[in-house]
């Protein structure tokens, strides 16, 4: 009977002590690796910690390796089983840190708030690596992880212990003094005490290369002075010509010195190619280099670059399509539209992942499809060029199926080809469709005075009478109903679309990640604050999350906006491409906004639309 009890008294232990370790959503073994070694790290779907509590297919995990002087991406498949994923991984000898996050198919991501999981690796010599707690300082102050809210007390706390474990890491002290200026109220005041210990650092260290380049970098942007920043950049390159900071010193000083002068500055651009062939950011330079000679329009000059950044980069699409915009405006329309399909071939959604695969997974999908649509912007541009009008109109209502963030420029530009084509009407409809997206764009306002001048007998003794008749019309031509749809609210309960009926019915689609990472939630709870006493107005939140996900979030975050989960099946039928979207639908239930992707100003936009909606019911 006492063997029974202390069995299961030992068997209730390894229960609680399992139930204990699944309730944490990630976890590695060993806890500390080494360089070299194999990590399993595990990521558990029924925790409570857990941002991915419903996976769609696989789980894929993200891994960052940080080395001394660069990083590295790679994407792996997890491992299922049951609720959890898992997946080894063999470390690089090399590397000093690891950073690593989960997506799934839908792409839905958990990060960490933004900054991911992050293990420091053991080196073979010692228990500790400075530069790694460098790295995690600037995930902190938001210079690696700028998606994600800095805390510079935090990041302040890991330079300290960089310093700490190695006190002639002298590159720690840029970022030091780089969150003290960005916490000060009055920065100007900290210049000379960074200067007095600048002058204490370099005098301990006389010919250390990375004394000079500390000394080159702040003079140059932490204290201005740019003197003293040519003074020690020319030392640098002077003593230390193959230095690791050399190339990129190089091209900063040609920019402090050529700075007033533009054509000494791309004549020194070359020769920084020249010398330095290598050199990593390069695009930055053909950029640059590109800008001037674009705005003194040398023609040979602009495809001979753009041909060089279409070398050094082939899977960056807009080279191809800045490329193409090029060769149509020279009517060498053959190889413009040979060169927009290589851009769409390079530009191809089923691609996205491998992207800039750290972005967060609905942002990089969103910027697929608004790339996409740039490219199909091009390509009417292409069209209108060799007069082919119907496959210009063509394309850019693919750009506006596709969420182009300037869906009113591509209405206004469908208008002007449907004047050029002499289809008066139909040019009225995409000026009209141009100023129900922003009421104040020039161009389809434009157009539609030069229709309003052409008419015999408007049916308006003014213009702005005549508008508002034109968008009358074309709102009572585009009424669809609203698609029924029932949503889930937070306590589970069934939430007909039908209960907006006869009101207005703003719509958010977003995730708990992407309130996290930026201000989007102040800036709606000041939207729907706004309306408060007002019950003309519906403001709802829809996201695909989980119901206890969002229940914990908005503990310490409160939206003002009705918060609905599991909202898979709405997006489906509303036709959302991603996150964030917003949608406003008028008091007859015909949608009236939509916004795909982040904008600026994306609140006081529909707080304008509101606004009209409320004094004008459509009928």
């Known amino acids: ?144 992880r700028p998606d994600a809210n800095p805390d510079f007390s935090q990041a302040l706390s890991y330079y300290e212990k960089a310093l700490k474990e190695d006190p002639q890491n002298l590159k720690v002290w840029n970022s030091i003094w780089y969150v003290q200026l960005t916490q000060s109220k009055h920065p100007e005041q900290l210049g000379p005490q960074i200067e007095q210990k600048l002058d204490s650092l370099i005098k301990a260290n006389p010919d250390n290369e990375e004394a000079v380049n500390l000394a080159f970098h702040t003079y140059r942007v932490l204290v201005p002075d740019m003197p003293k920043a040519v003074y020690y950049g020319n030392r640098y390159l002077n003593e230390f010509p193959k230095g690791t900071e050399s190339a990129t010193i190089a091209l900063m000083l040609t920019y402090l010195r050529e700075n007033q002068n533009p054509e000494n500055m791309v004549q020194k651009l070359d020769e920084f190619l020249n010398s330095y062939p290598d050199y990593k950011d390069k695009k930055y330079v053909y950029r640059n280099l590109l800008n001037y000679y674009y705005r003194i329009n040398d023609r040979a000059n602009c495809y001979r670059i753009l041909d060089e950044m279409i070398k050094i980069d082939p899977e960056d699409f807009s080279n191809y399509s800045l490329k193409a915009r090029k060769l149509a405006e020279d009517t060498r329309f053959d190889e413009a539209e040979a060169t927009v399909n290589l851009a769409f071939e390079k530009c191809n959604l089923n691609q996205s992942r491998i992207n800039n695969p750290w972005i967060d997974g609905f942002a990089r999908i969103i910027q697929n499809k608004i790339d996409l649509a740039g490219i199909y912007s091009t390509q009417a541009q292409i069209y209108t060029y060799e007069r082919k009008f119907d496959k210009s109109i063509e394309a850019r209502k693919n750009a506006i199926e596709l969420g182009s963030p300037f869906p009113a420029y591509e209405w206004e530009n469908i208008g002007q080809v449907y004047l050029e084509m002499k289809n008066l009407e139909a040019a009225k409809h995409a000026f009209a469709a141009a100023l129900s997206i922003s009421s104040e764009q020039e161009g389809a306002l434009q157009g539609l005075s030069k229709i309003f001048m052409s008419e015999k007998n408007p049916s308006a003794q003014k213009f702005d009478e005549y508008v508002q008749i034109v968008l009358d019309n074309y709102y009572k031509e585009v009424q669809t109903p609203m698609p029924d749809f029932e949503l889930q609210d937070l306590d589970l309960a069934t939430v007909q679309s039908s209960q907006a009926k006869g009101k207005i019915l703003v719509l958010y689609f977003g995730a708990t990640v992407l309130w996290e990472n930026n201000a989007i939630l102040a800036e709606l709870n000041k ?89 004008k019911t459509v009928s």
């Open 1 to 144: 009977m006492k063997k029974s009890i202390i069995f299961l008294l030992i068997s209730l232990a390894l229960l609680l002590s399992c139930s204990k370790s699944i309730e944490k959503a990630v976890f590695w073994t060993p806890e500390m690796p080494a360089a070299g070694e194999l990590v399993e790290i595990s990521y558990n779907t029924n925790s409570k910690e857990s941002k991915i509590t419903t996976p769609q297919g696989n789980i894929n995990i993200i891994i960052e390796s940080f080395f001394a002087d660069q990083n590295q991406v790679k994407v792996f498949q997890m491992e299922h089983r049951k609720d959890l994923f898992s997946f080894k991984y063999q470390i690089p000898t090399d590397a000093l840190l690891l950073s690593f996050k989960f997506e799934d198919d839908r792409g839905l991501t958990d990060m960490n708030d933004g900054r991911g999981w992050n293990i420091v690796i053991k080196s073979k010599n010692t228990s500790f690596n400075s530069n790694a707690n460098l790295y995690l300082g600037k995930m902190w102050d938001g210079r690696l």
């Open 527 to 615: 939207l729907a604050d706004g309306f408060r006493n007002n019950d003309e107005i519906n403001f709802w939140a829809i996201s695909i999350e989980g119901q206890y996900k969002l229940v914990d979030y908005l503990k310490n975050n409160p939206f003002h906006f009705k918060v609905f989960c599991n909202g898979d099946a709405v997006m489906e039928k509303l036709k959302v491409a991603g996150f964030p979207t917003y949608i406003i639908f008028d008091q007859n239930g015909v949608e009236r906004f939509r916004q795909t992707g982040e904008i600026d100003n994306i609140a006081k936009l529909m707080e304008q639309k509101i606004k009209i909606l409320l004094e």
